[in-house]
Each structure stands twice: as C-alpha cells, then as structure tokens.
C-alpha cells in the first residue's frame, strides 16, 4: 500500500533561541504569525506555536498567542498546534500551561512526562497532565503526544487506556536531544511498534538529527516536523533564512519519493480532526 500523504509541521519559534543565535528566529507576534504564513505558504498543514515576552523569552502569554492566532487563522487555512511546554526549567502553574486551551485551537502539546534538558528539568508531572488531558477533551482539543523517551510513550498510552485521551491518537517522537531518544532509525522502529492500531506518528530530529529523522520517517509512511524551533540551521555551519527553507526542504525531499504533501484539510481527514 502506498503510504498516506506526509503532514509536515513547522514549529515556528519555541521558547529558547535568541536574536544572538540567529538573525531568522521570530520573537514578536508579528514575526511569529509572518513565519506561520510563510511556512504554511511553503507546505506546512500544522503550525505548531510558541510565543516570547517583551524581552524574547518563552511565555504562556495569552495577549501574544491571541494575536498570534488571530492572523493566522485569518490568513490560512493551517491546523494551529499551542504549545502547553511552558518553559523548560522554570516551574510555571499549570493554569497558565493549560490557558492556550481557551483559545480553541484543533491542537495541543502533550508532553508526556519529565525530562532532563539543557535548560534545566522539563517538569511534567501526573497532576499536570492529567489535568491537561481533561481540560483538552473536555474542550474537544486534540493532543499531540510528545514523547522524549519510550517510557512517554507507555505514559501517553496508560492515559489513552484510562479514557483521558480519546482515539485516534497521534504521537510526536522528539529524538536527537542529549537526554531522550537518540536519532537513529532503530529508535523509531521500537517507537513505531509500541503504537495501537490507528494511531498516527510524526517525527522532530533536533539539530542535525532533523533532516535524517525527517527522511527515515518520510519512507516509514509517517510525518514529519521541521522548523527553527528544532535547529537553525539549513545544513552544517549554515544558518537558515526561516522556517518556510526549512518546510521547502521537506517537500521536496518527499517529492523525491513521489510521496504526496497533505493540505490542511488532508491533514485533518488523517489526524481526524473535526
């Protein structure tokens, strides 16, 4: 069978590079929703958004993800993914992780447990979650499942058995960082095979893992996430222009295998998503 179209995801700005480390990476919501557009024009379904303060930090600021996605839902037809990470290192109140929910996005993060970074520890601990998961389905907000380590994995199904997220069920595998899942194609083998049936997968390979992972995942039959939130640059001592470089690479290397790049609303029969 020849595999689904490809969903990319573009994952617009996360919350911990600075102007310092690249001239491309967008900080206001001007930038942010300019880069969404632009990404989207290029072949992204989903934008997966992270907003910044006034001195470019990550924040659950709503004032920011308000008009943030105010423009993108007026200027495309894109799947908006908010982020509920917070920031990796500083500990804030779950309200104010969970607020983006309020907006109604189709999408949001679920990140499935702790995690050591390089910024500190990446505290997702039960009672968040279980609070994220609640307020998501009551809200009718699909998660999208990031898992660092197999163990998140385990977690994201033991929520899905105890009816907290409903099928199906999509997972993100973030590899490549110093503490979770390496880069490697063995990695999503073993992830790949602990999903139920009807489940979909994308992949994030952080830094240099990007392109690699992206190619595995793209002859795997599942999808794919790019973006400066990830890595900044398009190949090794050469920083990207922005995100929608970054998209534009992924299409044409799906091209390369003649397999077709989902639009939004493909993207939403696959997700399924109302």
Known sequence: MRPPPVIITAALTGSRIGKEQTPAIPITPDEIAREG??????GAAILHVH????????????DAFRRVTTVLRAETDAILCLTTSGIPGRNLPTEERIAPLSLRPEMASF???????????FCNGPEFLEKLADEARVRGVKLELECFTHEMIRTALRFHAEGRIPAPLHFQFVTG?????????????DAVAMLPEGSTWSVIGAGRAQTPMAMLALVMGGHVRVGLEDTIYYRRGQLATGNAQLVERAVRLAGEIERPVATPAQARALLGLS
Do not use: F, K, N, S
Request: proline fraction near 2%; hydrophobic fraction near 45%.
């Open 177 to 189: 960082t110093r503490y979770g899942m390496p880069g490697t194609a063995q990695t999503l083998v």
């Open 37 to 42: 557009i632009a990404a989207w024009r290029a």
């Open 51 to 62: 907003v910044r303060d006034a001195e470019g930090r990550g924040a659950q600021d709503m």
């Open 111 to 121: 990140d499935a447990g702790t995690i050591r970074m390089e910024a500190g520890v």
